[in-house]
Structure formats: C-alpha cells, structure tokens
C-alpha cells in the first residue's frame, strides 16, 4: 500500500486508478457490443419469397353402380395439360383383388381425364374402386380411392 505525502497526489493517483476503471469498463462494453454485432450478423441471412403455388384441385368422377360386361366412363377433372394416371381395381370370382392399369392420357383444354372402361364379367358382387394420380411439373398428386359398386350396392 503507497502512503501519499499530500492531498493533492492522492487526489491525482485516485483520479488515475478511476481512469483506469474507467478504461476497464469501456472495453467491456465495447467487448460486449462486438459480440453482440458477430452475433447478428451470424444470425443475418436475407429475406427469401416463395412463390405461392396453389394445389391443382383433382376429383374423380366415377359412377356409383357398375353392371358387369357394360362400359362405364371414369373422369379426373384437374389442370390443363396434366398427365393422369388411374387403375381400377375388384375382386373377382376367386376372390382375388385384381387391379387393371389404365393407360396415362394427358388432360384436354378444360382439365378433364377421360377412361371408357367395361367393368368384365368375372367381377364378383361388392365393391370395386378407382384410384389415380396426376403428374404436374414434376410432381405427383394422389387421388383418394373411390369406390364403386359391383351388381348391388350393400
């Protein structure tokens, strides 16, 4: 510990040591205000938009009783210029589910995907469904399963 010899050196060394403090606190804050700088320019990244793409709305129109051996039509109704894909399936007289392909076709002006298909006689009595998906700027949309009736709805 210095002992001073007057007051007016004490004065000035305890002036000089709260410099010093001083000094101490600003570079903390300087410290503390870079680090909080670095922090948000790390945390910085630019504002992005997405374009809003809307869903292309798919439904299926199918009818609801089918008769063996009789031709039915089945109907996507989406975008222009989509491509469509769609299979039937039944049981048949086996009791074994079967599922016919139908082939892709691509939407005409108004949206619509059209099949004629013969529902054939060896479909056993129940239910038969369609199912489909659409392709559209290289993605995939599935369309639900809807179901039909073979001979008599239940």
């Known amino acids: 510990m210095k002992i001073y010899q007057d007051t007016d050196q004490r004065k000035n060394k305890m002036i000089c040591v709260g410099h010093r403090e001083d000094n101490k606190m600003k570079k903390r804050i300087k410290y503390i205000l870079l680090s909080l700088l ?66 892709t076709i691509k939407s005409d002006e108004f949206g619509n995907c059209r099949w004629i298909w013969a529902l054939p006689t060896n479909v056993k009595k129940g239910i038969g469904e369609f199912r489909g998906y659409i392709e559209q700027n290289g993605e995939e949309r599935n369309i639900y399963p809807a179901t039909f009736c073979v001979e008599v709805c239940q």
């Open 38 to 103: 670095l922090i948000q320019v790390g945390c910085y990244a630019p504002e992005q938009s997405y374009p809003t793409i809307m869903p292309t709305p798919i439904i299926a129109q199918i009818p609801e009783l089918l008769k063996r051996g009789e031709e039915y039509t089945f109907t996507i109704h989406t975008s222009p210029d989509t491509l469509c894909h769609a299979g039937i399936g039944y049981y048949n007289n086996q009791d074994k589910w079967t599922k016919e392909d139908l082939p």
